[in-house]
């Protein structure tokens, strides 16, 4: 099965939605017209669903192997991959300054879904490339990155993060690779585990960010510093030199995206491998976390980039797979499945989560550029503590919901999709590390608690369930039975979020054991009202547009049906997650380690 960018979605979202206009008159972006945005959305579309998609069975299938310890990709990567470069995709969101396009990181995050939902394993190389990027950018000194950032732009090497340890996971605390100054740069030794495109044969050079520790450095988080390690040191004429002295030990065996190589790396085997200080020492940890908003985003997106590929595989499946007659009819003659209202209920439901995450991910990635671009910088800041709580909700809620989306996507296919042949299996292999990596979904929902509500007492989420008055407001105004339903159902979902906000604040204070113990409720509460709320914007939208018969009347009235069955269907059990998230703290811990 293949994979056809949903164009008409995206663009309506981003307009509709997003406020794309609004993010195109920022300064810096004045670029970002309408037509180029369009031919660019065109272009990704082609190469999305006429390269990337066609590679994505055989990724799986095949895989990355490792010989002699060369990695070698699924066959057609490394050729992509230079189509991918030479088209300068690589380079649409970042700093002109170093060779980058400067486009919105709007635009790129709705390119990056098209990326990911074609090829997740193919799509990786380029998520974690972005986050070296971000790092080096915000952080690396002025030789730093005038030698590494424009060829990480252009896509000519690629970047990686070494985070992880067998003995460290999600506790960086616990690192022990070291890193001992030597004249003006240092020696990086370790292992490293989990390290996405660590070794690949894709790109001339490899540029690792690695965390270690110095001599000296105390224990804990403070003592850990970030070093850029490249796999080839770079020569005074700014290429690839001698190797560096790193390799990688094995790949792990995973579950899904067989075709992005995992690697155990290890550096140092023979004295240290060359790696070069950013910023200051101690400072490594809080270096990584600048980049994180982008690298969870950009996870989250490729949740919503699952469910689509799962969505459009199990909808064209079920319009020609024929089995039992039509309930709604006499006639004896079995029909396609999509007929059979259970089918119609998983579908719908696939439907409108997707374009509630494609809402809710795009109105985020717009307000990255709102607070990068901003004149106003107390805007700016208010927008900025916007994404900052909206990251965690949009990584979590949209990879939990990538699982479940993909795991519908088999129980449509029935028997055929448990087969491997029809890749429907694939979808769902590949979508289960998405609450894994980049801070597990329990560490999102600690974060969203722990920080994003607790500093300010959740006056910004309280900001948000305003907003989605306010909308109740506008649709108030506006006639029909389709919007008077949503209304009612945006109202319920802002009073619980309210009540459930105001509760998680309190409880912080007072009990921050008991607030985690219904930080999960909270977060999907979150998730599901705030994607309501935007898709009720968008049946909004779509209901004027009908309105002044502007636009194909079939897109915008299943627009509108979407929102309603989203509020009707989707919102109302969600709701429910309140009384989980107060009573949860009361027995979660109630029985001891024994009786577990």
């Given at each position: 099965m293949t994979y056809t960018p949903p164009l008409a979605d995206m663009r309506f979202a981003l307009r509709e939605v997003a406020g794309l206009q609004q993010i195109s008159a920022l300064p810096g972006y004045e670029h970002a017209t309408d037509d180029t945005i369009d031919a660019v959305l065109e272009e990704a579309a082609k190469l999305a669903g006429n390269g990337l998609a066609p590679l994505n069975r055989d990724g799986d299938k095949v895989g990355a192997k490792l010989e002699n310890g060369v990695v070698r990709t699924a066959p057609g990567f490394a050729r992509m991959y230079k189509e991918f470069v030479e088209g300068g995709w690589n380079s649409l969101p970042f700093d002109p300054e170093f060779g980058g396009q400067g486009m919105p990181w709007l635009l790129a995050a709705t390119v990056q879904e098209?990326?990911?939902?074609?090829?997740?394993?193919?799509?990786?190389?380029?998520l974690l490339n972005q986050g070296a990027i971000d790092a080096i950018h915000h952080h690396g000194s002025a030789d730093q990155k005038s030698t590494f950032l424009p060829r990480m732009i252009s896509g000519e090497w690629t970047g990686t993060m070494n985070l992880t340890e067998p003995?460290?996971?999600?506790?960086?605390?616990?690192?022990?690779?070291?890193?001992?100054?030597?004249?003006?740069?240092?020696?990086?030794?370790?292992?490293?585990i989990f390290i996405t495109y660590g070794e690949h044969d894709m790109a001339e050079n490899i540029v690792h960010l690695v965390l270690a520790r110095t001599p000296d450095a105390p224990a804990g988080v403070r003592?850990?510093?970030?070093?850029?390690?490249?796999?080839?040191?770079?020569?005074?004429?700014?290429?690839?030199?001698?190797r560096n002295d790193l390799r990688c030990v094995s790949l792990e065996h995973k579950l899904g995206i067989h075709a992005s190589p995992t690697c155990v790396m290890s550096f140092g085997d023979d004295g240290g491998a060359v790696g070069y200080l950013v910023g200051e020492e101690g400072r490594g940890l809080s270096y990584m976390f600048t980049m994180m908003n982008n690298a969870r985003l950009s996870v989250g997106i490729q949740g919503l980039a699952i469910a689509e590929r799962a969505y459009q595989q199990a909808a064209a499946f079920a319009k020609t797979r024929v089995q039992s007659k039509d309930d709604g009819s006499d006639k004896p003659q079995p029909v396609s499945i999509i007929h059979h209202a259970d089918v119609r209920r998983m579908l719908m439901t696939m439907r409108a989560q997707v374009e509630a995450m494609r809402a809710l991910g795009y109105y985020t990635a717009a307000g990255i550029d709102g607070a990068l671009r901003h004149t106003d910088r107390v805007a700016a800041k208010r927008i900025q503590d916007r994404v900052d709580l909206l990251i965690p909700i949009v990584k979590a809620w949209f990879t939990d919901l990538g699982n479940e989306i993909a795991s519908t996507g088999v129980q449509i296919h029935g028997g055929m999709g448990f087969i491997e042949e029809t890749g429907a299996a694939q979808h769902l292999r590949d979508a289960r590390i998405l609450p894994i990596y980049e801070g597990t979904n329990g560490i999102q929902a600690r974060d969203l608690v722990g920080r994003k509500v607790a500093r300010d007492g959740g006056e910004t989420m309280l900001a948000l369930v305003a907003e989605m008055r306010a909308t109740c407001e506008e649709l108030k105004a506006a006639p029909g039975d389709d919007l008077v339903a949503i209304r009612t159902a945006l109202l319920a979902a802002a009073d619980a979020l309210e009540e459930a906000t105001r509760w998680v604040a309190q409880s912080v204070r007072e009990d921050l054991a008991a607030a985690l113990a219904g930080s999960v409720p909270f977060l999907r509460l979150a998730g599901t009202a705030l994607g309501g709320w935007l898709l009720a914007r968008s049946g909004l939208a779509a209901h004027g547009k009908l309105a002044g018969r502007d636009g194909d009347a079939a897109f915008l009235e299943a627009k509108v049906v979407t929102a309603r069955f989203y509020a009707e269907v989707v919102l109302p059990p969600a709701l429910a997650e309140l009384g989980p998230l107060k009573a949860a703290g009361r027995t979660v811990f109630a029985l001891s380690e024994a009786q577990l």
């Open positions: 098209m990326w990911q939902a074609a090829n997740m394993g193919f799509g990786l190389v380029l003995q460290a996971g999600s506790d960086l605390a616990q690192l022990k690779s070291r890193a001992v100054k030597n004249g003006d740069h240092y020696l990086v030794t370790g292992q490293k003592g850990i510093s970030l070093f850029i390690v490249p796999k080839f040191l770079v020569g005074a004429d700014g290429k690839p030199g001698r």
